[in-house]
């Protein structure tokens, strides 16, 4: 839990830290972030882009994925 506390808000730093300064390298480092996929008013503005929809997607199983499997191997003996 901590972990995942850790990655929310270090990707958010990331995310906001990248459009406060608008440096390139900051920009690129920015696709990094999960926040950088969703954005609320473009989504008001265009619809909902489909995919950074996709890439949520992706990444949300894929966690789960890792998450079911890592809950299967844990040692409750030791």
Same mark, same amino acid.
């Given at each position: !839990?901590?972990?995942?506390? +850790? #990655? ?8 906001? @830290? /990248?459009?406060?300064?608008? =440096? =390139? &390298?900051?920009?690129?480092?920015? *696709? ?6 969703? *954005?609320? %008013? ?5 619809? !909902? /882009? %489909? +995919? /950074?929809? &996709?890439? &949520? ?5 894929? @966690?789960? +994925?890792? +998450? !079911?499997?890592?809950?299967? *191997? *844990? =040692?409750? #003996?030791?």
């Amino acid at each position: !839990m901590t972990i995942a506390f +850790g #990655a929310v808000i270090g990707s958010f730093f990331l995310n906001f @830290l /990248a459009a406060s300064v608008g =440096d =390139d &390298l900051l920009s690129t480092i920015n *696709r990094i972030s999960v926040f950088s996929y969703y *954005r609320a %008013t473009d989504i008001v503005k265009n619809g !909902m /882009a %489909t +995919g /950074a929809l &996709l890439v &949520l997607i992706v990444v949300a199983v894929a @966690l789960v +994925g890792v +998450g !079911m499997v890592a809950f299967q *191997r *844990r =040692d409750i #003996a030791a």
